[in-house]
């Protein structure tokens, strides 16, 4: 066969394969997604029987599969295209369990921190330094209580999450000044402004509803800083930009929108701790301490 007749061959195949139904409904993309799985099955089956596991992992933004073995593991796939992530995902639920397995690694419980055995007792304090926590913790909830809509939810969740509820309350206020119901072009919806999909994550169903809206929040900006090690401006950014831009530029991308973004909300912070500070100050507590 010549290379003329068979290049004439491969353009009516792809010609005939685009006119197809699966194609049409698929798109290119999700059929390659669909071409991946059928070689994972067909070729996974031949290495199960040599010892040979497959991992399908779910993030953020991507699938990667992992080819396991008894001697290394090595990484074969890594679709970062939505769909075609989620196809593959997907498709990997019809394969054997002997096969294949499935791990959903966002928001699962191991990127909670988990409290460390302590080495010595701890040291008991004192009444007076017993007290003065006592009220700093009181005088915490008051100003977020009062300093702004639904402050008594934040800092429940802040806490709940051990997540400074004054960086809660500067997303919140960027992302939706304090509306229950906003919601944007794209779809984001609620008090810190998370889409649908994300939402279910974090075990949210209803986002216009503040007390779930929050939850779901506060555990994404825990998650965020335990990615990103407790970077307070690459946290803020993967809130805006998305955690795989983040660290696919190595900090904050360079998307104006992403970077004033990230002005913004370092600016309420600021202004919510100076308040606070001032807040404590009023009622005659030593301000450094009612910020620890």
């Excluded at 803020?236 to 929108?257: C, D, H, L, S, T």
């Amino acid at each position: 066969m010549t290379k003329h007749a068979l290049a004439e061959k491969v353009a009516r195949a792809r010609r005939k394969s685009e006119k197809s139904r699966v194609f049409r409904i698929l798109g290119g993309r999700g059929t390659a997604a669909l071409a991946l799985g059928a070689a994972l099955s067909v070729g996974g089956l031949t290495d199960a029987m040599s010892g040979v596991h497959f991992v399908v992992q779910k993030d953020l933004d991507s699938v990667r599969v992992v080819r396991q073995d008894d001697s290394h593991s090595e990484v074969v796939a890594n679709l970062r295209d939505s769909f075609a992530a989620n196809s593959l995902f997907k498709l990997s639920r019809v394969l054997p369990d002997s096969l294949v397995t499935r791990r959903n690694a966002l928001f699962d419980e191991a990127w909670l921190p988990q409290p460390q055995p302590s080495v010595a007792p701890p040291v008991k304090r004192d009444v007076f330094h017993e007290e003065m926590a006592r009220i700093n913790d009181a005088i915490r909830r008051e100003f977020f209580a009062n300093a702004m809509p639904y402050g008594g939810i934040i800092h429940e969740k802040a806490v709940k999450y051990d997540v400074d509820p004054a960086l809660v309350a500067a997303v919140v206020e960027q992302e939706s000044k304090f509306h229950r119901t906003a919601r944007s072009q794209v779809g984001a919806r609620g008090l810190m402004q998370l889409m649908p999909r994300t939402g279910r994550w974090l075990g949210a169903r209803d986002l216009y509803d503040p007390e779930q809206n929050l939850d779901a929040g506060v555990k994404y900006i825990k998650y965020l800083q335990h990615r990103f090690h407790g970077n307070v401006k690459q946290t803020i950014a993967a809130y805006n930009a998305g955690e795989g831009n983040v660290k696919r530029y190595g900090g904050i991308p360079p998307f104006r929108e992403t970077q004033t973004y990230v002005r913004r909300v370092l600016h309420n912070y600021a202004k919510r701790n100076e308040q606070l500070k001032q807040f404590g100050a009023a009622r005659n507590v030593d301000s450094e301490a009612t910020l620890r």
